[in-house]
C-alpha cells in the first residue's frame, strides 16, 4: 500500500505518453504519477443532463441527440464556411463549422449524433459555433458523463490527458492508503480515499463529486496545519533563564499615562505579560487598526523586559518610522536607556552604540535593517520587536532573534488579517488583537474624485488649511516617467507649492531624498511649520500628525488596499473630523473599481482586509512570498473558512492529547510523516 505522495513512478510509463505530451506535462509541473492525479481539473462539463434546442441550459449549454437535416455554404470566400442544420425533438438550429470543412462528409442529413456546445441567437436565428459531436454507435460514450476539464499546456488536449489520468487511477488508486485518522473520516463522513481520488476526476453524479472536493479541501488544511504544528513543537525549546517579570499594575509607564488604556490594549497586555512569566520564548502577532495604540503596547512589553535585567531589540521597516519611535521612546520610557541605530550614523558614532549594547549600558535599541549587521552583539537580548512585520521576511526576523539566547519574539502588523487566515499564515504564533480605537478619535469621511475635477479638492483643501489644519498629498511616482502616464512627486509639489497653495508652506519627501532632510521636512510638518507635504507611499506608516486633517491620494487605483488603509490612517489622529480624497483616473479595471468602492464604504481595517482577501486572494496580505509558506489546489483561503477553521481545532485535539501520534487512531499520521517526506513539501514550501 502506498501513499498518494509515495507514487513516484515516471508518467511515461502510461501508454500513450511520448516525447511531446512528456515536455507538456513537464511545463506542468507534472513528472510522475502521483503529480499526475493531484493534477485536479479547473472545472466539469456536465453532461449527464439533458438541454435540447428548445431549451438550452443557464450558460446556453446544449446536450441532446440530433439528427441531421441540411447543409449549405454560408459567406464569400475567403470566409466562406460550411453550415449544418439540424434538430431534435424540441427545435432546430444551425452549426457553424468554421476551419472544419471534413465535416460536411460526416454531417450528413439522416444521420443522427449527440451534441454539445454552445448556442447563441445571432440574425435571428439560433446558432452554435462551438461544438463537439459523437455518434450514437460510439461504445466510449462522453455524452452521458460528467467530463473533467483540467488546465492544459504546450501541445498537451484534454482528450490525451484524460486517457493518461484514467489509466493511472485504473493501475494505480486501488493501492492509495487513508491520510486522515479512520475517526475523522468517520467523523465528516468522507469517502475511502481511492474513492475521493477517483471522483475528483470522473465523479458518478454532481453530488459524488461535491463530497470529493469537500474531503480534499479539508484534507489539504488539515495537513497543512499539522505540519507547521508539529514543526513548531519540534522546534519549541524552553529559555535559558528566566526574568522575574513584574505585575502590570506595577509599571510607571502605565501609572504615568495621561489616559486609559483601551480594553483591546488591556487584554493584550494581560496576554503578553503571560507569555514573558512563561519558561517558553513568546511568539505572538499583534495585529490592529491603524492608530490603535500598538506602539505603546510595545513599549510597555519593552519595559517589562528592562525593568527586569534584559536588553530589547525593536526593529521598524523605515528611518521614518524609526525617528518616530525614538522620539516617542524617550517619552514612553524616559527612565530606561535606549538610542536609535540607523544605516546613516558615522563610524564614531556607531563604534559608542556597539560598546554600550555589548556592555549592556544600552537596555533598548530601535533601528531599521541595521540590527542585522554582524558587529551587533547584546549583552543580553531577551526581547524582539517587530514593527509593520509583514515588511521584513522570514530568514531577516530569525537573523534578529538569533542574537540573542532565544528571546520572546513580538510583532506587530497594521494590516489586519481576518481569523481564519491568521491562524493559518501565522500557525507558529499566538494572535492578538486590538480593535477599539483611543477615546476622541473622530471619523474620517471618504471621498472619491474623478481626476479633471481636483479643483472642487483643492477647493476643500483650502477651506482646512484656512482653519490651521494640515494636509497630506500622496502621489504613485517619485518623478515623472515617459513609461507611465502618471502624475509625479516632484513635479506636483512644485505645482502646488508655486501655483495652487502659494500663501502655504508645502515640503516634500520621498525616498531619495537624504535623511536629514526628510526628518527636518517631516519635524516641520509635525510642529505645524509646514502646512502641506507632498510625498509617495513612504508616510504610508509612521507619520503621526493629530492636526493634519486630510489626505488626497492621486491616482488611487494603483495603490492596494492595505496601502489606501494606512494612508487614510494617517489623518483622523487628533480631535477634528478629518477627510480623505481617493483621485483615480479614467481606465479601471473591475478590482481597481471594488478597491475604491470598498475604501468609500468600509472604514473598518477589518473588514477592508477580509474584502481584500476575496479581491486578490492572500497575495502579500501576510507576506507569503517572503515567507513560502504554503501551497493549496482546492483549498483557498478566502473561502472555506469553516472547514479551515475546524482542520484547525482537529489538530490541535490530536497533538494536545498525542503529541507523538502514538496513538492508533494516528498510525496513519504517523506513517505519513515517517515514510513520506515530500508529502509534507507538497503542501509547505519551506522559506
Same mark, same amino acid.
Given at each position: 500500500?502506498?501513499?498518494?505522495?509515495?507514487?513516484?513512478?515516471?508518467?511515461? $510509463?502510461?501508454?500513450?505518453?511520448?516525447?511531446?505530451?512528456?515536455?507538456?506535462?513537464?511545463?506542468?509541473?507534472?513528472?510522475?504519477?502521483?503529480?499526475?492525479?493531484?493534477?485536479?481539473?479547473?472545472?466539469?462539463?456536465?453532461?449527464?443532463?439533458?438541454?435540447?434546442?428548445?431549451?438550452?441550459?443557464?450558460?446556453? @449549454?446544449?446536450?441532446?441527440?440530433?439528427?441531421?437535416?441540411?447543409?449549405?455554404?454560408?459567406?464569400?470566400?475567403?470566409?466562406?464556411? !460550411?453550415?449544418?442544420?439540424?434538430?431534435?425533438?424540441?427545435?432546430?438550429?444551425?452549426?457553424?463549422?468554421?476551419?472544419?470543412?471534413?465535416?460536411? *462528409?460526416?454531417?450528413?442529413? +439522416?444521420?443522427?449524433?449527440?451534441? %454539445?456546445?454552445?448556442?447563441?441567437?445571432?440574425?435571428?436565428?439560433?446558432?452554435?459555433?462551438?461544438?463537439?459531436?459523437?455518434?450514437?454507435?460510439?461504445?466510449?460514450?462522453?455524452?452521458?458523463?460528467?467530463?473533467?476539464?483540467?488546465?492544459?499546456?504546450?501541445?498537451?488536449?484534454? $482528450?490525451?490527458?484524460?486517457?493518461?489520468?484514467?489509466?493511472?487511477?485504473?493501475?494505480?488508486?486501488?493501492?492509495?492508503?487513508?491520510?486522515?485518522?479512520?475517526?475523522?473520516?468517520?467523523?465528516? &463522513?468522507?469517502?475511502?480515499?481511492?474513492?475521493?481520488?477517483?471522483?475528483?476526476?470522473?465523479?458518478?453524479?454532481?453530488?459524488?463529486?461535491?463530497?470529493?472536493?469537500?474531503?480534499?479541501?479539508?484534507?489539504?488544511?488539515?495537513?497543512?496545519?499539522?505540519?507547521?504544528?508539529?514543526?513548531?513543537?519540534?522546534?519549541?525549546?524552553?529559555?535559558?533563564? *528566566?526574568?522575574?517579570?513584574?505585575?502590570?499594575?506595577?509599571?510607571?509607564?502605565?501609572?504615568?499615562?495621561?489616559?486609559?488604556?483601551?480594553?483591546?490594549?488591556?487584554?493584550?497586555?494581560?496576554?503578553?505579560?503571560?507569555?514573558?512569566?512563561?519558561?517558553?520564548?513568546?511568539?505572538?502577532?499583534?495585529?490592529?487598526?491603524?492608530?490603535?495604540?500598538?506602539?505603546?503596547?510595545?513599549?510597555?512589553?519593552?519595559?517589562?523586559?528592562?525593568?527586569?535585567?534584559?536588553?530589547?531589540?525593536?526593529?521598524?521597516?523605515?528611518?521614518?518610522?524609526?525617528?518616530?519611535?525614538?522620539?516617542?521612546?524617550?517619552?514612553?520610557?524616559?527612565?530606561?536607556?535606549?538610542?536609535?541605530?540607523?544605516?546613516?550614523?558615522?563610524?564614531?558614532?556607531?563604534?559608542?552604540?556597539? &560598546?554600550?549594547?555589548?556592555?549592556?549600558?544600552?537596555?533598548?535599541?530601535?533601528?531599521?535593517?541595521?540590527?542585522?549587521?554582524?558587529?551587533?552583539?547584546?549583552?543580553?537580548?531577551?526581547?524582539?520587536?517587530? &514593527?509593520?512585520?509583514?515588511?521584513?521576511?522570514?530568514?531577516? $526576523?530569525?537573523?534578529?532573534?538569533?542574537?540573542?539566547?532565544?528571546?520572546? !519574539?513580538?510583532?506587530?502588523?497594521?494590516?489586519?488579517?481576518?481569523?481564519?487566515?491568521?491562524?493559518?499564515?501565522?500557525?507558529?504564533?499566538?494572535?492578538?488583537?486590538?480593535?477599539?480605537?483611543?477615546?476622541?478619535?473622530?471619523?474620517?469621511?471618504?471621498?472619491?474624485?474623478?481626476?479633471?475635477?481636483?479643483?472642487?479638492?483643492? &477647493?476643500?483643501?483650502?477651506?482646512?488649511?484656512?482653519?490651521?489644519?494640515?494636509?497630506?498629498?500622496?502621489?504613485?511616482?517619485?518623478?515623472?516617467?515617459?513609461?507611465?502616464?502618471?502624475?509625479?512627486?516632484?513635479?506636483? %509639489?512644485?505645482? !502646488?507649492?508655486?501655483?495652487?497653495?502659494?500663501?502655504?508652506?508645502?515640503?516634500?519627501?520621498?525616498?531619495?531624498?537624504?535623511?536629514?532632510?526628510?526628518?527636518?521636512?517631516?519635524?516641520?510638518?509635525?510642529? +505645524?511649520?509646514?502646512?502641506?507635504?507632498?510625498?509617495?507611499?513612504?508616510?504610508?506608516?509612521?507619520?503621526?500628525?493629530?492636526?493634519?486633517?486630510?489626505?488626497?491620494?492621486?491616482?488611487? @487605483? $494603483?495603490?492596494?488596499?492595505?496601502? !489606501?488603509?494606512?494612508?487614510?490612517?494617517?489623518?483622523?489622529?487628533?480631535?477634528?473630523?478629518?477627510?480623505?480624497?481617493?483621485?483615480?483616473?479614467?481606465?479601471?479595471?473591475?478590482?481597481?473599481?471594488?478597491?475604491?468602492?470598498?475604501?468609500?464604504?468600509?472604514?473598518?481595517?477589518?473588514?477592508?482586509?477580509?474584502?481584500?482577501?476575496?479581491?486578490? +486572494?492572500?497575495?502579500?496580505?501576510?507576506?507569503?512570498?517572503?515567507?513560502?509558506?504554503?501551497?493549496?489546489?482546492?483549498? *483557498?483561503?478566502?473561502?472555506?473558512?469553516?472547514?479551515?477553521? *475546524?482542520?484547525?481545532?482537529?489538530?490541535?485535539?490530536?497533538?494536545?492529547?498525542?503529541?507523538?501520534?502514538?496513538?492508533?487512531?494516528?498510525?496513519?499520521?504517523?506513517?505519513?510523516?515517517?515514510?513520506?517526506?515530500?508529502?509534507?513539501?507538497?503542501?509547505?514550501?519551506?522559506?
Amino acid at each position: 500500500m502506498l501513499f498518494l505522495g509515495e507514487l513516484e513512478q515516471t508518467v511515461s $510509463r502510461l501508454k500513450g505518453i511520448g516525447p511531446k505530451t512528456l515536455e507538456s506535462l513537464s511545463q506542468l509541473s507534472i513528472n510522475t504519477i502521483g503529480q499526475l492525479l493531484r493534477h485536479y481539473p479547473q472545472r466539469y462539463e456536465n453532461r449527464q443532463d439533458t438541454f435540447k434546442l428548445a431549451s438550452p441550459g443557464e450558460s446556453g @449549454e446544449i446536450n441532446t441527440q440530433i439528427e441531421v437535416i441540411g447543409q449549405e455554404w454560408a459567406g464569400r470566400y475567403p470566409k466562406k464556411f !460550411l453550415k449544418v442544420w439540424v434538430k431534435d425533438d424540441s427545435s432546430t438550429a444551425a452549426l457553424l463549422c468554421f476551419g472544419r470543412e471534413f465535416l460536411e *462528409q460526416q454531417l450528413q442529413p +439522416g444521420e443522427s449524433f449527440y451534441l %454539445y456546445g454552445k448556442m447563441q441567437y445571432k440574425y435571428g436565428e439560433p446558432q452554435i459555433s462551438s461544438f463537439e459531436i459523437q455518434s450514437i454507435n460510439v461504445k466510449n460514450d462522453n455524452f452521458h458523463k460528467i467530463l473533467p476539464v483540467y488546465p492544459l499546456s504546450g501541445s498537451l488536449q484534454q $482528450r490525451i490527458l484524460r486517457q493518461a489520468i484514467y489509466q493511472a487511477l485504473n493501475e494505480w488508486v486501488l493501492h492509495i492508503e487513508e491520510e486522515i485518522p479512520p475517526s475523522l473520516s468517520k467523523k465528516y &463522513d468522507f469517502p475511502a480515499q481511492k474513492e475521493i481520488i477517483r471522483a475528483i476526476h470522473f465523479p458518478h453524479s454532481m453530488e459524488e463529486l461535491l463530497k470529493a472536493k469537500e474531503s480534499i479541501i479539508y484534507m489539504e488544511w488539515f495537513h497543512l496545519q499539522l505540519t507547521a504544528a508539529r514543526r513548531i513543537l519540534k522546534d519549541r525549546r524552553p529559555r535559558n533563564h *528566566q526574568l522575574q517579570i513584574s505585575p502590570m499594575e506595577n509599571m510607571e509607564i502605565i501609572k504615568e499615562l495621561p489616559f486609559l488604556l483601551t480594553p483591546d490594549q488591556n487584554s493584550c497586555l494581560r496576554d503578553i505579560h503571560t507569555d514573558l512569566k512563561s519558561s517558553y520564548p513568546m511568539n505572538r502577532l499583534v495585529q490592529g487598526e491603524v492608530g490603535s495604540g500598538k506602539t505603546l503596547v510595545a513599549f510597555v512589553s519593552a519595559a517589562l523586559i528592562m525593568r527586569a535585567g534584559g536588553q530589547v531589540a525593536m526593529m521598524v521597516p523605515t528611518e521614518l518610522l524609526a525617528q518616530q519611535h525614538i522620539k516617542n521612546a524617550k517619552i514612553f520610557l524616559k527612565n530606561y536607556s535606549c538610542a536609535l541605530l540607523t544605516g546613516h550614523l558615522n563610524q564614531k558614532e556607531r563604534k559608542i552604540i556597539t &560598546d554600550q549594547l555589548q556592555s549592556g549600558e544600552i537596555q533598548c535599541l530601535l533601528g531599521t535593517h541595521a540590527l542585522f549587521s554582524d558587529d551587533l552583539i547584546f549583552k543580553q537580548l531577551d526581547l524582539v520587536i517587530i &514593527d509593520e512585520q509583514h515588511r521584513f521576511g522570514v530568514k531577516q $526576523r530569525l537573523n534578529l532573534v538569533k542574537k540573542g539566547s532565544n528571546p520572546h !519574539l513580538l510583532l506587530m502588523t497594521a494590516t489586519p488579517i481576518p481569523r481564519t487566515l491568521a491562524i493559518t499564515a501565522f500557525g507558529d504564533l499566538q494572535i492578538s488583537t486590538i480593535k477599539t480605537l483611543p477615546g476622541g478619535r473622530k471619523s474620517i469621511e471618504t471621498h472619491l474624485a474623478q481626476q479633471g475635477k481636483e479643483e472642487k479638492v483643492y &477647493d476643500f483643501v483650502h477651506g482646512e488649511l484656512a482653519k490651521g489644519h494640515q494636509a497630506y498629498f500622496v502621489y504613485p511616482l517619485i518623478e515623472e516617467s515617459e513609461k507611465i502616464d502618471l502624475k509625479d512627486a516632484e513635479s506636483m %509639489y512644485q505645482l !502646488l507649492d508655486k501655483k495652487i497653495f502659494p500663501q502655504y508652506k508645502v515640503a516634500l519627501i520621498h525616498s531619495r531624498i537624504d535623511e536629514e532632510e526628510k526628518r527636518s521636512a517631516m519635524e516641520a510638518f509635525q510642529q +505645524g511649520e509646514v502646512h502641506i507635504l507632498v510625498a509617495t507611499s513612504v508616510v504610508e506608516v509612521g507619520v503621526d500628525v493629530p492636526n493634519a486633517t486630510v489626505m488626497v491620494v492621486e491616482h488611487a @487605483e $494603483r495603490f492596494g488596499l492595505s496601502a !489606501l488603509h494606512q494612508l487614510r490612517g494617517r489623518i483622523g489622529r487628533g480631535d477634528f473630523a478629518s477627510y480623505c480624497f481617493l483621485v483615480f483616473g479614467s481606465k479601471l479595471t473591475e478590482d481597481a473599481k471594488e478597491r475604491l468602492r470598498c475604501m468609500k464604504e468600509k472604514s473598518s481595517g477589518f473588514d477592508i482586509a477580509k474584502r481584500d482577501l476575496e479581491i486578490r +486572494g492572500p497575495g502579500d496580505i501576510t507576506g507569503f512570498r517572503q515567507s513560502g509558506f504554503m501551497k493549496l489546489r482546492l483549498a *483557498q483561503l478566502g473561502e472555506n473558512r469553516e472547514t479551515m477553521e *475546524q482542520a484547525h481545532e482537529d489538530v490541535m485535539n490530536i497533538l494536545e492529547n498525542d503529541a507523538g501520534l502514538l496513538n492508533k487512531d494516528n498510525t496513519i499520521l504517523r506513517e505519513l510523516f515517517t515514510r513520506c517526506a515530500p508529502f509534507s513539501d507538497d503542501l509547505i514550501i519551506r522559506g
